[in-house]
């Protein structure tokens, strides 16, 4: 049942894109919107429902970066390592958050699919550095404790 609630609202978004091919990147980022990811079932769908190959939809999935193939964690912390944060020593932040949240270089989502770490080249921050931004909010200057105390504080907001 929950499959089937899952392509209704693929369904609609591909419906409200008038079903035209030529709409798959805007379709992608509806259905990413939505579901946090793009699972592999539903890029199958589209293509079908498009009347494309699979391979055309996973190679538009795949070739930009701002889509993503794995299932994201409810909030997603996005740590700056460009220049200006990597000279202010973001890797700490980061090995902080791996730390904190028991994440590896290869598993960057909490099993809980409660936290997503990303690293990224910037975040346009630069003044802040280290910048980190968690869920559209951006911290500033931040610290391996810091950042300990900020994720901790997000874990007893969900307990709630």
């Known amino acids: 049942m929950e ?5 209704d ?3 609609q978004i591909l419906d409200e894109n008038g079903r035209d ?5 805007p379709i992608l980022q509806a259905v990413q919107e939505v579901y946090n990811y793009l699972p592999e079932e539903i890029l199958t769908f589209i293509a079908s429902a498009l009347d494309i190959s699979p391979a055309r939809v996973y190679g538009v999935a795949t070739f930009f970066a701002h889509f ?5 964690g409810k909030h997603i912390i996005k740590v ?6 990597h000279v202010k020593r973001s890797t700490t932040i980061i090995d ?3 730390a904190k949240l028991n994440l590896t270089a290869s598993e960057n989502t909490t099993k809980d699919m409660l936290f997503t770490l ?8 630069c003044g802040l550095a280290p910048a ?21 504080d997000m874990i007893k907001q969900e307990e709630k």
């Open 68 to 72: 993503t193939l794995k299932a994201k």
């Open 3 to 7: 499959n089937q609630g899952k392509f």
């Open 96 to 98: 902080a958050i791996r």
């Open 21 to 25: 091919k030529a709409r798959l990147i």
């Open 118 to 125: 990303e690293t990224v080249s910037c975040l346009g921050a």
């Open 9 to 11: 609202k693929v369904c």
């Open 132 to 152: 980190m931004v968690i869920d559209n909010e951006v911290y500033g200057q931040v610290t391996p404790e810091k950042v300990t105390k900020i994720i901790d």
């Open 80 to 85: 700056c390592d460009g220049t200006a944060c």
